[in-house]
């Protein structure tokens, strides 16, 4: 059986985060059961990109503080490390932790910010899709991998959680070569995703579900309180937990989809349980999705080749500049796998050679370019 902590936590207050935290890992046996004192431990937040915690788009600090106090008292030592989306860099890096509050924790607790942005590659001899991969170096130095999640939709994998925020170990602009090497919305999340997940395979993942993202997410949703943190030693079992809590099918999530075709879990969850607090009091009903294509690739897919194709790159949803938001910081160029994007008097997506990875949207910080669905395909649906 796969425990699943959840409990009460209506917000960012210190106290009421550390005694959260504290009943969810009470109930699954206590950090000592997994954490060795004088351990090396690296804790992976979510740090998508330069924000600020009220925009609840990164994992907030207060959760990691509360966090990093824990490891502290057996004596560990500790790291702060991601991988963001765009370059990583020490400059980057730099913003990002500043902005998101990891610095103002790390000088307050005297744990060690990653700047090392070195990579290696390793392999993953289980994988089905992504055998090798350059993951950066503070995963490979460390005992233990501490996963502290938020609680977000995605464009493309239409949730992201435990597994998705793994994607973060692989270094730097080599995410964008992996979209690229697997545009397909199944491989990327389905396979990808969880060789990713499994070869990191964090001792513990913790979710910030306190206030999450709805709607265009992961950087361009709106926030949406849900008041609740969860802790699990499984990543899969987690997110199919967190499913329930935005009232999202899970046959509608890709890797979650993928546990449970590799075994991870359960397609009945009757192995995954949910212990704490009651979850029924923080389902939250109407908690937007984002609307992505996967609704006509399942009815497509049945389609021949010759339909399906020509079918499927029509209704596909793409990316559009909003050109009254756009500043032409050319973020978007940086991130773009397929390099289809170009600036020249304003920005401009050759929507012909895009692969539909929606990384320009996900990391366009003025949230500038929108998805946009053919009218087609809203017929059909």
Known sequence: ?????????????????????????????GIEKYINPNSKVLIKPNLLMKKIP???????????????EMLLKLNCEIVIADSPGGPYTTSALKGIYKSTGMKDIADELGVTLNYDVSEVK????????????????PIKEVDHIINICKLKTHGMATFTGGVKNLYGSIAGLKKAEIHYRFPSEEIFCEDVLLDICSYV????????GIVGM?????????????????????????????????NLDINNVPT???????????NDLSDVKAIGDDISQFVVKDFKIPKTSK????????????????????????PVVSYNKCVKCKKCIEA??????SLNSKIEIDLSKCIRCFCCHELCPKKAIDIKRSIVFKLIK
Do not use: Q, W
């Open 295 to 318: 609704d006509f690739r399942l009815l497509s897919s049945t389609l021949p080749k010759f339909i399906h194709e020509p079918l499927t790159k029509l209704l596909t949803p793409k």
């Open 1 to 29: 059986m796969k425990f699943v902590s959840i409990r009460k936590c209506d917000d960012y207050n210190y106290e009421n985060i550390k005694k959260s935290i504290e009943k969810n890992l009470e109930d699954i046996g």
């Open 256 to 266: 979650v989809r993928g546990s449970i075709k590799r075994g991870y879990i359960k």
């Open 54 to 68: 009220e925009e609840a788009t990164t994992t907030h600090p207060t959760v990691v503080k509360v966090v990093c």
């Open 336 to 341: 773009c796998p397929a390099k289809v994007i």
């Open 214 to 246: 709805e709607g265009e997410g992961p950087s361009a949703g709106s926030p949406r309180h849900i008041g609740t943190t969860l802790v699990s030693t499984s990543p899969y079992a987690l997110d199919s937990i967190a499913c329930k809590l935005i």
């Open 122 to 137: 390793v392999e993953n001899e289980s994988s089905k899709a992504l055998r090798f991969m350059d993951i950066i170096t």
């Open 201 to 208: 395979n964090p001792t513990l993942t913790i979710m910030d």
